[in-house]
């Protein structure tokens, strides 16, 4: 028989706990278990609220100012049960889950690693999971004329050698609500090698910006916004698209949530930030310091419960 306490709330262990003064947070920044150790002996109760994100994909890279699309946010999942778990939740939540006493192994995915070299697109993120939910890795950015890659949020389009490249993309495979949005497209004006600029990378609640007339690289989709942990934090945003060498003022931005930015002709890109899934950003020999695009940032899984 399960193991019910006497409580009317549930007991458990695992991740990093905090508490709000009516409920419980585990946060896993890392892999790990969500042990239920007694349910509650009010049934509602064993509702949790939670939140998956998956790892960032890379943006990629290339000589000469080849490649540079954004990488793609780690999908983004969220579940919220009122009055049980009540916290003011992203646009993107859906129902809570009802746990059970048993160990529930957790998965963070890692970033996707950013590329350097011509025509090679930059690494997807991989999975995060809880019980049933599974969010799926974000998209490599895309480099010259190979295309972005598919996932939570898809990678941005890439740039050089003509175009217009499309992003890729998201909530890929499909769930509802969707877990992420389309990678921008990236291209040229039609000088290659003097004004390329990438997409940016699709984020959990906005699709990634196209490239720009400007030479600006596209600006990551925005992420998601959630008080699960008891403040605001933005999660899952897409990578920046590299900026032409001649754009020496605006990269490519990040999307909200950790997106890191684009290169542009005075910046290296950069790294989706770790635990929030967002997508790194992308460059180009000529659009950076450096034309390696950036590694997209880990995930986390967040499980919520009340306690008084």
Same mark, same amino acid.
């Given at each position: 028989?399960?193991?019910?306490?006497?409580?009317?709330?549930?007991?458990?262990?695992?991740?990093?706990?905090?508490?709000?003064?009516?409920?419980?947070?585990?946060?896993?920044?890392?892999?790990?278990?969500?042990?239920?150790?007694?349910?509650?002996?009010?049934?509602?109760?064993?509702?949790?609220?939670?939140?998956?994100?998956?790892?960032?994909?890379?943006?990629?890279?290339?000589?000469?100012?080849?490649?540079?699309?954004?990488?793609g946010a780690g999908g983004y999942?969220?579940?919220?049960?009122?009055?049980?778990?009540?916290?003011?939740?992203?646009?993107?939540? $859906?129902?809570?889950?009802?746990?059970?006493? *048993?160990?529930?192994?957790?998965?963070?995915?890692? &970033?996707?690693?950013?590329?350097?070299?011509f025509r090679v697109v930059g690494?997807?993120?991989?999975?995060?999971?809880?019980?049933?939910? $599974?969010?799926? &890795?974000?998209?490599?950015?895309?480099?010259? $004329?190979?295309?972005?890659?598919?996932?939570?949020?898809?990678?941005?389009?890439?740039?050089?050698?003509?175009?217009?490249?499309?992003?890729?993309?998201?909530?890929?495979?499909?769930?509802?609500?969707? *877990?992420?949005?389309?990678?921008?497209?990236?291209?040229?004006?039609?000088?290659?090698?003097?004004? *390329?600029?990438?997409?940016?990378?699709?984020?959990?609640?906005?699709? &990634?910006?196209?490239? *720009?007339?400007?030479?600006?690289?596209?600006?990551?989709?925005? &992420?998601?916004?959630?008080?699960?942990?008891?403040?605001?934090?933005?999660?899952?945003?897409?990578?920046?698209?590299?900026?032409?060498?001649?754009? $020496?003022?605006?990269?490519?931005?990040?999307?909200?949530?950790?997106?890191?930015?684009?290169?542009?002709?005075?910046?290296?890109?950069?790294?989706?930030?770790?635990?929030?899934?967002?997508?790194?950003?992308?460059a180009g020999n000529s659009g950076?310091?450096?034309?390696?695009?950036?590694?997209?940032?880990?995930?986390?899984?967040?499980?919520?419960?009340?306690?008084?």
């Amino acid at each position: 028989t399960e193991n019910i306490s006497t409580s009317p709330f549930i007991v458990a262990t695992g991740g990093t706990i905090t508490n709000t003064p009516t409920c419980r947070i585990h946060t896993f920044t890392g892999p790990g278990t969500f042990q239920v150790t007694s349910a509650a002996s009010t049934p509602a109760n064993n509702a949790v609220g939670y939140l998956v994100v998956a790892g960032g994909g890379g943006g990629s890279g290339g000589p000469s100012g080849d490649g540079g699309g954004g990488g793609g946010a780690g999908g983004y999942r969220e579940g919220r049960t009122n009055p049980v778990t009540p916290y003011t939740a992203s646009p993107l939540v $859906t129902c809570g889950h009802t746990v059970s006493v *048993q160990s529930y192994p957790i998965t963070v995915g890692g &970033g996707g690693t950013g590329t350097g070299t011509f025509r090679v697109v930059g690494g997807s993120g991989n999975p995060s999971i809880f019980s049933s939910f $599974t969010s799926t &890795g974000g998209g490599g950015g895309g480099a010259n $004329t190979t295309g972005a890659s598919s996932g939570g949020s898809g990678g941005g389009g890439g740039a050089g050698g003509g175009g217009p490249f499309g992003g890729a993309a998201g909530n890929t495979p499909p769930v509802s609500p969707p *877990q992420g949005n389309q990678g921008g497209t990236g291209g040229t004006n039609g000088t290659p090698g003097t004004d *390329q600029r990438g997409g940016g990378g699709g984020g959990a609640t906005a699709a &990634g910006q196209n490239s *720009q007339p400007s030479d600006k690289g596209g600006d990551g989709g925005a &992420g998601g916004t959630t008080n699960i942990t008891g403040s605001p934090v933005a999660y899952a945003g897409g990578g920046g698209g590299m900026s032409s060498p001649s754009n $020496t003022v605006a990269d490519g931005a990040g999307g909200a949530g950790g997106g890191g930015a684009g290169g542009s002709g005075c910046s290296s890109a950069v790294a989706g930030t770790g635990n929030t899934g967002g997508g790194g950003g992308g460059a180009g020999n000529s659009g950076g310091p450096t034309n390696s695009g950036a590694a997209g940032g880990s995930g986390i899984v967040i499980i919520r419960y009340k306690i008084a």
